[in-house]
Nanobody
Framework: QVQFVESGGGLVQPGGSLRLSCAASRSLFSINRMGWYRQAPGKQRELVADITAGGVANYGDSVAGRFTISRDIATKTVFLQMINLKPEDTAVYYC????????????WGQGTQVTVSS
């Protein structure tokens, strides 16, 4: 089991920045991959970025070069720094953790709204 405490999100103008945080209830070394997905109205949920237990980051094509994922091992927290935000980044952002060896389980946060609008 993994529980999360998510923070960040809100309303920002195009070109602005936001930072999302997601604190996990267990060590990041026990989580295969942890990161963020997003879902816009009428669209499928998509990967934004995640980071492996070994610290390797992976990004969705639409955010590469603008978003940066990082982590703090001591506080079991993953951060998503978002810059140069665009209206198409508007979505609910969900924290996600993948845990398991032979069977991988997905755990989800409650989601946080990011709205990019002037």
């Amino acid at each position: 089991q993994v529980q999360f405490v998510e923070s960040g999100g809100g309303l920002v103008q195009p070109g602005g920045s936001l930072r999302l945080s997601c604190a996990a209830s267990r060590s990041l070394f026990s989580i295969n991959r942890m990161g963020w997905y997003r879902q816009a109205p009428g669209k499928q949920r998509e990967l934004v970025a995640d980071i492996t237990a070994g610290g390797v980051a992976n990004y969705g094509d639409s955010v590469a070069g603008r978003f940066t994922i990082s982590r703090d091992i001591a506080t079991k927290t993953v951060f998503l720094q978002m810059i140069n935000l665009k209206p198409e980044d508007t979505a609910v952002y969900y924290c996600n953790a993948k845990v398991g060896v032979t069977t991988v389980f997905d755990y989800w946060g409650q989601g946080t709204q990011v709205t990019v609008s002037s």
